[in-house]
Structure formats: C-alpha cells, structure tokens
C-alpha cells in the first residue's frame, strides 16, 4: 500500500494509540483538538499552563523513557508517543484549621499534626521526576518537615496542583497538597498583596471581568488537510 507523503509543516504523533498529523509547533493539546477527537477530560485552563489537568506522560523519538508533561505547555514533535494520566486523589484527607494559626510558634506543631508522614521521606527523587513545572519538590517536602514554611511555600509558587507527585511518593506524602499547605500557612500569617484583596474586592462586587479572547481561550480551528490516520 502506498504510503502518503505528508507536508513538511506536519508532524506525526501517536496519542493513546490514535496517529495523529498536526501542524508543526503546535501543543500537543492543540493537536488533539485540530484533528477532531473529543476532550472530556484532562483539560481545563485551554493552554494557559495554570490548572495542571492535562498531564501526560511522553516519549520522544529516540528516547527510552517516558517523561510527565502538561499536554498545553508540550509542542508537537514527529515521533512522539502521548499518553493522558488520570487524575490522582490524596490518599487521605488533610483536616486543619488556618484560623487556629495565631503566630509562626506553632507552624511546626501544625505540619507535624497535618502531615505527619513528611518526616519519612525517603529521598528518592521521585516526585522531582515525575513534576512537569521542574519545582524542586523532595526539597519543599524536606524544608516543611524541618519547620521552614515559609521557604517551603517558596518553592511551590508554580505548583498547578497536577497531583503527579502525588501519584509517584511511595510515602504517599502527598507533596502536593503539602505545599499548597504551607503555602495557605505562608498567606495566613503574612499581609496579603494588595492586588489579591483589590480583586478579591472586585470579585465580591460582580466586577469581575472575563475576557473571552484571552490567550488559550479559543484553540485554533482545524487547518485543511489536519486529520488522524487509521492505526495500522
């Protein structure tokens, strides 16, 4: 059978087992949507990098391994094999009370009663490999069980709570939701941003204005000769 030649601004992608041809420099997000098939799931802020839904794993041509990224922040490349992941739940939940934080004394006794088990991780790397933002994860989990919130919430400013380190902490830590702890810990106990209570202000007023082209919020349209391929 011969074999159609496609055009050089097109690249080939496998995506849970659909070949997919896309447009060069396109996300991989972006892709699935030009050639047609559905999204029901694994999306969220359309492109914005914000939400953390569409994760997944990816091989690249050449490479042995599979790595974790964000399916909007990912460019299409020829060869590559795509895979959603679900999400991934705490294991249990985590109960506090930010209310009950009168000073930074107790910040220690909170992550102890809170988090108990961050005390025993075992330094395997884990959820580094497994975070699509490169957040220095072991580290955040490390600084929090020692007490020092506040450089442990530094380093979660870009976490988008995908919940992939989540999945691959054999303590079932749940680094994730740590972070976004000590980062609640961090805000409770220092003086809000003045542009967060402007907005929040703005928001409980009905202001709040919703841009409808803002980057990410209309994917492109299919472009002619875009479409997937039967699985051979």
């Not at 011969?2 to 601004?9: L, N, S």
């Not at 098939?37 to 914000?50: A, D, F, I, S």
């Not at 020092?148 to 999945?167: K, P, R």
Request: charged letters at 20%; hydrophobic letters at 45%; aromatic letters at 4%.
């Amino acid at each position: 059978m011969a074999v159609t030649e496609r055009p050089e601004d097109e690249v080939l992608v496998m995506f849970d087992g659909h070949a997919v041809r896309a447009r060069r420099g396109v996300s991989l997000l972006q892709a699935w949507l030009q050639a047609g098939l559905p999204l029901t799931e694994n999306v969220g802020c359309m492109g914005q990098g914000v939400c953390g839904a569409c994760r997944v794993l990816v091989r690249r041509d050449g490479e042995r391994l599979a790595g974790t990224a964000l399916a909007c922040e990912t460019t299409a490349q020829e060869g590559m094999q795509v895979a959603f992941i679900d999400h991934f739940p705490a294991r249990r939940p985590h109960s506090y009370d930010l209310h009950a934080l009168v000073d930074t004394w107790g910040a220690i006794d909170q992550i102890d009663t809170v988090f108990p088990e961050a005390r025993h991780c075992r330094h395997c790397g884990g959820c580094d490999r497994a975070c699509p933002k490169g957040i220095e994860v072991q580290r955040m989990v490390n600084l929090a069980a020692s007490g020092q919130a506040d450089a442990a919430a530094a380093l979660f400013d870009h976490c988008v709570l995908c919940n992939l380190c989540v999945a691959a902490c054999p303590e079932h830590i749940d680094p994730a939701h740590l972070g976004q702890f000590v980062r609640r810990m961090n805000a409770s106990l220092t003086l809000r941003p003045s542009d967060l209570i402007a907005r929040l202000r703005e928001i409980e007023a009905g202001a709040q204005v919703i841009d409808a082209d803002a980057p990410g919020a209309n994917p492109p349209a299919p472009a002619p000769g875009i479409a997937t391929e039967a699985v051979r």
